[in-house]
Structures are given as C-alpha cells and as structure tokens.
C-alpha cells in the first residue's frame, strides 16, 4: 500500500483533467456546486478503491498482529539491603556519596520516603522491533548492570500536605488520609556493560533521575 499516495494523486489529476475537459466542452465555468459534486464523489472513490485494495493484500498475506514487539530473554534482576543501606542516616550517607553536588539543608532533610538497594540486573538480549521490519530498532546484547538505587521523598511543609476522607464502607467507615505532595525521586549509581556498541553508555557517574 505504500503507493496509494501516487495513485491517489493519479486520480486527483485525472479528475482535474475531466472537469477541465468539461468546461472547454460547454465554453463556460462549470457550477461550483458541481465541481463539488465531482470532487466529492472521488473522496468516497478513494475510500472505496483503498479498502478493496487493501482487502486484495492481505487476501494472501496475514494481517499484522502488533505494531510493536518487545523481546526479552534470561533477565534476572536482584535487589538487596543490609544495614550499610537501611534505614534513615545510613540512606542520607548513601545519598550524599551518590550525589556530592547537591547541597544538603542545614536544618536536616525530614523524608517520609526513603530506601536504598543494591541492584544487580543481567540479561542475554533486549530486542525490540516495528511490525515485520528485519532490523531492530534497539537491540542490546549480553547486558550487565549493577550499581545502587536510592529512593527519596521529602517530608512536605504545611501547604505541601493535605487529608483525605476515604470512605470505605461497612464495617471499616471512613477513614482520614494524610497526602505528601512532594514527589518521590531516585538517585542511582549504575555501572552498565553490553555487547552492543551504546551512543549513551553510563560510566558509573551520579545520575539523578
């Protein structure tokens, strides 16, 4: 179907021509309300001669069942915490040593969220691919990544909270939630190796998401 634009403008053309055509036969200008008549009925001669065609392709040939395809193959993932990474000071430390730029308040950083992982993810092939194309639009090989990932968010001041009434229902009734409109953040500090050349390969720098 990728000529249907050439064809179709074929058609615009011939349909020019024939209203052209037309006027020089009757030595005047063809009424407008039938010009649009004319260019009217080659619209809905469009839709008609594309789905006929379009029928007529996939007669012999299966229609295609997804527009993108996502392969993945041995991943495994782990994530751990000991007591270097749990818990509120130890979280702090492991924040600072990820990102060292940032400065951090003298009156102490209060969160409601925070935890840190030790992350070890590996896998033999990501590939992902457009419709039937050979190539893969990505595709990564033999990939290894390792490093920390730390996720924080920040106690919220007055006009950063709010309630909520949450109506359960019998037997609980309803019942009060307190919302933080800080947002949650991730910091991490990978380490990333592949068997597929990457423009955009991370070195183990700070990164702040």
């Avoid at 020089?24 to 001669?45: F, G, M, N």
């Avoid at 001041?157 to 609980?172: H, I, S, T």
Wanted: net charge positive.
């Amino acid at each position: 179907m990728k000529d249907e634009s050439k064809e179709s403008s074929k058609r615009l053309q011939l349909l020019d021509k024939k209203v052209a055509d037309q006027q020089k036969q009757y030595r005047e200008l063809l009424p407008a309300r039938t010009i649009e008549e004319l260019y009217t009925s080659l619209e809905r001669k469009h839709i008609e001669i594309y789905i006929q065609r379009s029928r007529h392709l996939y007669s012999n040939t299966p229609m295609r069942k997804s527009l993108l395809t996502c392969t993945v193959s041995d991943l495994e993932l782990v994530a751990l915490a000991d007591q270097s990474l749990h818990g509120p000071q130890q979280v702090r430390e492991q924040l600072r040593d990820v990102d060292g730029v940032s400065p951090f308040p003298r009156e102490g950083l209060p969160q409601v969220v925070q935890w840190c992982r030790a992350i070890k993810f590996n896998l033999t092939a990501f590939l992902v691919k457009i419709w039937d194309y050979p190539r893969y639009l990505f595709e990564i090989r033999d990939w290894e990544l390792s490093g920390r990932l730390i996720g924080t968010e920040q106690d919220g001041q007055g006009r950063a909270r709010r309630r909520q009434m949450l109506p359960l229902g019998q037997p609980w009734g309803d019942e009060t939630v307190h919302r933080n409109m800080p947002p949650l953040k991730f910091y991490c500090d990978f380490k990333c190796e592949s068997g597929v050349s990457m423009k955009h390969e991370p070195q183990g720098d700070p990164h702040f998401l």
